[in-house]
């Protein structure tokens, strides 16, 4: 089974920096992208950032602040999230993607279990 696990979330300040960490195993990930979605309470879950051979992808309201990569392995993928919101606050998923970044939620094929991010004063 591949097994995806997320690391990095925490609790900061607004105007404050996280990195969260997205590491795949199990399967190869060379046809995959890889994306970051975060759901807070109540809300849908939604798509912040994805990368892929093609490129990368942010969610308007992230862009200018959060940056995604990836390591030489290709298997982890990294979220810088700086000058933090308190609207960042959520849960935040890794997932992968067959083929080219989408960000939509149904065409995610694995999801990790999520971190917590929260930014308040």
């Known amino acids: 089974q591949v097994q995806i696990v997320e690391s990095g979330g925490g609790s900061v300040q607004p105007g404050g920096s996280l990195s969260l960490s997205c590491t795949a195993s199990g399967f190869p990930l060379d046809l995959y992208a890889i994306g970051w979605f975060r759901q807070a309470p109540g809300k849908e879950r939604e798509g912040v950032s994805c990368i892929s051979r093609s490129g990368t992808y942010y969610r308007d309201s992230v862009k200018g602040r959060f940056t995604i990569s990836s390591a030489d392995a290709k298997n982890t993928v990294y979220l810088q999230m700086n000058n933090l919101k308190p609207e960042d606050t959520a849960v935040y998923y890794c997932?992968?993607?067959?083929?080219?970044?989408?960000?939509?939620?149904?065409?995610?094929?694995?999801w990790g279990t999520g971190t917590q991010v929260t930014v308040s004063s």
């Open positions: 997932a992968l993607e067959r083929g080219s970044c989408s960000l939509d939620y149904y065409n995610m094929e694995y």
